[in-house]
């Protein structure tokens, strides 16, 4: 994934440029220590993913739609050089459950966007409970992380700020007991933490 890096290091500017963003918070994120983390974001525009990547130091993984690997060249790209995976929604895909939680328990850093889509409107949607059964089954801790804009449109050379919150302890999530997990509970609590921090700035 070195080419990955420098290549997310060469178009930064570009990037910043065309889509200005900030960041508050990044002292947030976890250090690399072993100890398991995912990332929970509010997804607003296609390039979120991007902006979570020039916003956080460490390497994000993600889960992306199994259309993105159709072809040697999108596969090369998207598997080889930033370790993302497919994910077959609706189809109980088992196996891309199984990839989310072995990168988390390698000490990787997985970015999920528990609504499972764009939101059309910008307005928090429900969670899905893919981020809380991942934190479940491997003790990780939760990083809410909140991405706004005005109107919520991510529009060329509109800034986007990009809001990293407190780590929320798989205790606080009430999924500490991983054979009766509340994971109602936990994907409620991690939109209420990313809708307190679109209000707070």
């Given at each position: 994934?070195?080419?990955?890096?420098?290549?997310?290091?060469?178009?930064r500017?570009?990037?910043?440029?065309?889509?200005?963003?900030?960041?508050?918070?990044?002292?947030?994120?976890?250090?690399?220590?072993?100890?398991?983390?995912?990332?929970?974001?509010?997804?607003?525009?296609?390039?979120?993913?991007?902006?979570?990547?020039?916003?956080?130091?460490?390497?994000?993984?993600?889960m992306?739609?199994?259309?993105?690997?159709?072809?040697?060249?999108?596969?090369?790209?998207?598997?080889?050089?930033?370790?993302?995976?497919?994910?077959?929604?609706g189809?109980?895909?088992?196996?891309?459950?199984?990839?989310?939680?072995?990168?988390?328990?390698?000490?990787?850093?997985m970015?999920?966007?528990?609504?499972?889509?764009?939101?059309?409107?910008?307005?928090?949607?429900?969670?899905?409970?893919?981020?809380?059964?991942?934190?479940?089954?491997?003790g990780?801790?939760?990083?809410?992380?909140?991405?706004?804009?005005?109107?919520?449109?991510?529009?060329?050379?509109?800034?986007?700020?990009?809001?990293?919150?407190?780590?929320?302890?798989?205790?606080?999530?009430?999924?500490?007991?991983?054979?009766?997990?509340?994971?109602?509970?936990?994907?409620?609590?991690?939109?209420?933490?990313?809708?307190?921090?679109?209000?707070?700035?």
């Amino acid at each position: 994934m070195k080419f990955g890096r420098i290549l997310l290091n060469i178009i930064r500017p570009i990037i910043y440029l065309i889509f200005p963003y900030k960041v508050t918070g990044a002292e947030n994120v976890p250090e690399p220590n072993g100890n398991p983390v995912i990332l929970c974001a509010n997804h607003i525009s296609i390039i979120d993913p991007v902006f979570l990547l020039l916003s956080i130091k460490r390497h994000i993984y993600y889960m992306a739609k199994a259309e993105l690997f159709r072809g040697r060249l999108s596969t090369w790209f998207f598997a080889k050089q930033f370790g993302a995976f497919p994910v077959r929604r609706g189809e109980g895909d088992k196996d891309s459950l199984n990839n989310a939680e072995r990168i988390v328990r390698e000490g990787k850093m997985m970015g999920i966007f528990p609504e499972g889509t764009r939101s059309k409107t910008g307005k928090l949607g429900r969670a899905k409970s893919g981020a809380a059964l991942i934190a479940s089954r491997t003790g990780a801790s939760v990083v809410p992380v909140a991405i706004k804009t005005a109107g919520q449109k991510v529009r060329p050379f509109k800034k986007t700020h990009i809001i990293i919150g407190k780590a929320i302890s798989k205790s606080e999530l009430h999924i500490d007991d991983a054979n009766n997990p509340d994971l109602r509970f936990a994907s409620r609590l991690v939109m209420q933490r990313i809708a307190q921090l679109m209000e707070g700035n």
